[in-house]
């Protein structure tokens, strides 16, 4: 059951200069043209997401959007199936926290008695599995062929062990790959998703997932008048259904979010134009027959403050619940839960350990594990020294209200590591790792790709490896997606060869 969200960098999601001339730092200042980028259940999550230029356009109506949209990803996530524990005996292993003394407990075997997915003392047990080293496969390649500008690279796990790479032109077209990871081929593509040529808003979020009826979703920000978000879906992934509009209540609708629950049974959250108030807030909405034409319900705020709000994300665990995250742009992390399908929804509360600290527009990605514990990601600013830099934070939750203590992503500080996207697999050799990506400004030249890998729920991370790095050129705004078989898809927008930026692959193992 797949999940889509989408966000905009303004929501998603992704892209172009920030702060990059008028900063005092002394050190090299990030290339001009540089843009920010920005996903349960068999239930499959899709951060989907979408960047814009920070110097691009805004199409907001009476409002100034300094941010730009996040590029987002897919995060496709089993429901959660107990995982037998192969350790013999617990050979002393720390009570919650407080060492046994070294002495084995009661040196009993845990006799194959399956975890049942529950979190020792809200720490998920990794389940003495192991994960293969990272890989580089020898598929590396570009996926579009215009040359008049491309952002919102977008990929998900597709039929037949292949993948879905999409991503946005510049003539306002919403345009899907079929990418076979095995042999390299584009298998079918570049196919034209919209069908009112131009109608997709170029710097808006986008997201094309499918579920396990092997059903397509494309959502995209729209240009048409008082369509403001809008989804199409596909039995063949070739030909989309006419559009539909998606946001309702609210006005002007951005970063949209889609969390499919079953075939034609849909979740919605984007922020949105409240009616008669200045601010943006998130909303939530559900359609429970998108097949027949039936349009989505009527749009619920899951805040309604004067602050604006942005950068929406949502997810489903095993057991039904949704979790809704999303950024303030006082620079804070909230997150809201609900027990009962949509229908209400907890009191928000803050994620961040330091206030304010939040960099809106620069990346928010929400993904839950195969044993429900929910993890937040996003871009931070607290330990900026100069101008605009950022670095990668998370934090995660048993139960996606209680929140742990913040962890650093990138293990190297030196400016602009941002645009995070994050998938999680749920193969047998991979169940259950978090893997992310972002782009990354340490080299202090251009932007590159780099990932990090969580076995323990996000608690802790790898060292950072490179997915994508040409000192000379950028790569940027990275999208994640991890397949069943565990074969790591990452897409990017990528200027190597062209200064307009064309949509760059590569698959992996780890």
Not at 285 to 290: F, R
Not at 312 to 323: E, H, M, P, T, W
Not at 415 to 424: E, G, I, K, L, N
């Given at each position: 059951?797949?999940?889509?969200?989408?966000?905009?960098?303004?929501?998603?999601s992704l892209i172009?200069?920030?702060c990059?001339?008028?900063?005092?730092?002394?050190?090299t200042?990030?290339?001009a043209?540089?843009?920010?980028?920005?996903?349960?259940g068999?239930v499959?999550?899709?951060?989907?997401?979408?960047?814009?230029?920070?110097?691009?356009?805004?199409?907001?109506?009476?409002?100034?959007?300094?941010t730009t949209?996040?590029?987002?990803a897919?995060?496709?996530?089993s429901?959660?199936?107990?995982?037998?524990?192969?350790?013999t005996v617990?050979?002393?292993?720390?009570?919650?926290?407080?060492?046994?003394?070294?002495?084995?407990?009661?040196?009993t075997?845990d006799a194959?008695?399956p975890?049942a997915?529950?979190p020792d003392a809200?720490?998920?047990d990794?389940?003495?599995?192991?994960y293969g080293a990272?890989?580089?496969?020898?598929?590396?390649?570009?996926?579009?062929k215009?040359?008049?500008?491309?952002?919102?690279?977008?990929?998900s796990?597709?039929r037949n062990?292949?993948?879905y790479?999409?991503w946005?032109?510049?003539?306002?077209?919403?345009m899907l790959?079929?990418e076979?990871?095995g042999s390299c081929?584009?298998?079918?593509?570049?196919?034209?998703?919209?069908?009112?040529?131009?109608?997709?808003?170029?710097w808006?979020?986008?997201?094309?997932?499918s579920?396990?009826?092997?059903n397509?979703?494309?959502?995209w920000e729209?240009?048409?008048?008082?369509?403001?978000?809008?989804?199409?879906?596909?039995?063949s992934?070739?030909?989309?259904?006419?559009?539909?509009?998606?946001?309702?209540?609210?006005?002007?609708?951005q970063d949209?979010?889609?969390?499919?629950?079953?075939?034609?049974?849909?979740?919605?959250?984007?922020?949105g134009h409240?009616?008669t108030?200045?601010?943006?807030?998130?909303?939530f909405?559900?359609?429970?027959?998108?097949f027949?034409?039936?349009?989505?319900?009527k749009?619920v705020?899951?805040?309604?403050?004067?602050?604006?709000?942005?950068?929406?994300?949502?997810?489903?665990?095993?057991?039904?619940?949704?979790?809704?995250a999303w950024?303030s742009?006082d620079?804070?992390?909230?997150?809201?839960?609900s027990?009962?399908?949509?229908?209400t929804?907890?009191?928000?509360?803050?994620?961040n350990?330091?206030?304010?600290?939040?960099?809106?527009?620069k990346g928010?990605?929400?993904?839950?594990?195969?044993?429900?514990?929910?993890?937040?990601?996003?871009?931070?600013t607290r330990k900026?020294?100069s101008?605009?830099?950022?670095?990668?934070?998370?934090?995660?939750?048993?139960?996606?209200?209680?929140?742990?203590?913040?962890?650093?992503?990138?293990?190297?500080?030196a400016?602009?590591?941002?645009?995070?996207?994050?998938?999680?697999g749920?193969?047998?050799?991979?169940?259950?790792a978090i893997?992310?990506?972002?782009?990354?400004?340490?080299?202090?030249?251009s932007?590159?790709?780099?990932?990090?890998?969580?076995?323990?729920?996000?608690?802790?991370?790898?060292?950072?490896?490179?997915?994508?790095?040409?000192?000379?050129?950028?790569?940027?705004n990275?999208?994640?997606a991890v397949?069943?078989g565990?074969?790591?898809g990452?897409?990017?927008?990528?200027?190597t060869k062209?200064?307009?930026f064309?949509?760059?692959l590569q698959?992996?193992?780890?």
């Open positions: 059951m797949p999940t889509l969200t989408l966000r905009r960098l303004p929501l998603v172009a200069l920030l990059f001339g008028g900063c005092s730092d002394t050190s200042d990030a290339p043209g540089t843009s920010d980028s920005g996903a349960v068999d499959v999550l899709f951060d989907a997401g979408s960047s814009s230029d920070d110097t691009g356009p805004s199409h907001d109506a009476g409002e100034t959007d300094t949209t996040d590029a987002g897919l995060d496709a996530i429901a959660d199936v107990a995982t037998t524990d192969t350790e617990d050979a002393g292993t720390p009570d919650a926290g407080t060492p046994d003394s070294g002495t084995p407990d009661a040196g075997p194959g008695t975890d997915g529950t809200g720490t998920p990794a389940g003495g599995m192991t990272f890989t580089l496969q020898s598929c590396k390649k570009f996926v579009n215009n040359t008049d500008g491309t952002v919102n690279p977008f990929i796990p597709a062990n292949q993948f790479v999409s946005v032109q510049k003539s306002g077209d919403l790959n079929w076979a990871p081929k584009t298998e079918k593509g570049p196919m034209q998703v919209n069908k009112t040529k131009g109608d997709v808003y170029y808006g979020g986008i997201a094309v997932v579920d396990t009826a092997g397509f979703y494309a959502v729209s240009k048409t008048k008082n369509a403001d978000i809008s989804i199409a879906w596909s039995t992934g070739k030909d989309f259904s006419a559009p539909m509009e998606v946001v309702s209540t609210s006005t002007n609708g949209p979010a889609l969390l499919v629950v079953s075939p034609g049974v849909v979740h919605a959250a984007w922020r409240h009616p108030k200045k601010q943006y807030d998130p909303y909405a559900t359609n429970v027959d998108l027949k034409n039936k349009p989505f319900g749009g705020p899951l805040q309604d403050d004067a602050a604006q709000d942005d950068q929406v994300a949502i997810a489903r665990d095993s057991k039904g619940n949704l979790y809704y950024q742009h620079g804070d992390m909230f997150a809201a839960k027990t009962d399908g949509g229908k929804w907890t009191k928000p509360v803050q994620v350990d330091v206030k304010e600290k939040a960099n809106v527009g928010t990605f929400l993904v839950v594990t195969p044993d429900d514990r929910v993890v937040l990601m996003w871009s931070d900026k020294k101008g605009n830099e950022n670095d990668v934070f998370a934090d995660s939750s048993a139960d996606g209200l209680t929140w742990g203590k913040d962890v650093q992503v990138n293990d190297n500080d400016r602009y590591q941002q645009d995070p996207s994050m998938a999680v749920t193969g047998a050799k991979c169940k259950g893997y992310a990506v972002w782009q990354d400004f340490r080299h202090k030249k932007y590159d790709v780099y990932a990090a890998r969580s076995i323990d729920g996000g608690l802790t991370w790898s060292k950072n490896e490179a997915i994508a790095k040409d000192l000379a050129e950028d790569e940027m990275p999208a994640i397949d069943k565990c074969v790591i990452v897409a990017w927008r990528d200027s062209n200064k307009n064309d949509i760059g698959f992996l193992t780890w």
